[in-house]
């Protein structure tokens, strides 16, 4: 299993773009990258998946280099709201992998 | 689409008592996880079904922490006797499959244990 490491905190301000960068190393060639998202009081709720290059849907964009041993999840003109923990997940498609949580980062977002 | 389900929401008892939660999984979903997340920390997998039988259960203590998923559907946890160090918020999620699945958690239930 790929170890995933992840900044422990981040701050940024209403409106900006925030950028969090998850280094996986040790990725195998079927590991895919997951995302989640975990609001205080709640469990994680999934924000995206990714193999390779770039993936964008309506809440965020995964950006993965031709190494894969990085990720980066970008977060467009934040809120208060995005005020969360974010997990980074590295595990393979086809394997039965056990899926581990870091700890995450905790994102604080400013007025 | 209802959600995945989870009772009780809160529970407070005193060490070496006994506890039990319980689990609803989304409609369908054959694959079953039950964490432990302490505070500060992220979830840690207990063990995950897949329909009715036992995928992975590593992470479980053994000697006081059973699990069972009963006709492939509902689920309970139980901890018997709790200790001070199971304090913690047990979450459950269910997914469609194995694998690279998205996970789809409850509310979770928060154990203190005093």
């Known amino acids: 299993l790929a170890k995933t490491t992840q900044p422990i905190s981040m701050d940024s301000y209403e409106g900006q773009e925030v950028n969090i960068t998850c280094s996986h190393n040790?990725?195998?060639?079927?590991?895919?990258i997951t995302w989640y998202q975990q609001f205080p009081s709640q469990g994680p709720r999934f924000i995206i998946q990714g193999y390779k290059t770039k993936v964008t849907n309506e809440v965020a964009s995964l950006f993965i280099p031709a190494d894969r041993k990085s990720s980066t999840l970008s977060l467009p003109r934040v809120s208060l709201s995005d005020t969360a923990v974010y997990y980074c997940l590295v595990g393979d498609i086809g394997r039965d992998d056990k899926i581990i949580f870091g700890k995450g980062t905790r994102l604080h977002i400013l007025p | 689409e209802a959600g995945v389900a989870q009772s009780p929401r809160y529970k407070i008892i005193e060490k070496r008592q006994s506890v039990a939660f319980w689990c609803n999984p989304i409609s369908g979903h054959a694959t079953l996880y039950w964490y432990q997340q302490i505070l500060g920390q992220g979830p840690k997998l207990l063990i995950q079904f897949q329909n009715n039988g036992v995928v992975d259960d590593s992470q479980l203590p053994k000697d006081r922490f059973s699990a069972e998923r009963l006709k492939g559907v509902d689920s309970t946890l139980k901890i018997q006797p709790a200790k001070l160090e199971d304090s913690a918020v047990y979450l459950c999620a269910s997914s469609l499959q194995q694998g690279r699945e998205t996970q789809y958690f409850g509310p979770g239930t928060r154990l203190l244990v005093l």
């Open positions: 040790n990725i195998a060639t079927n590991d895919y």
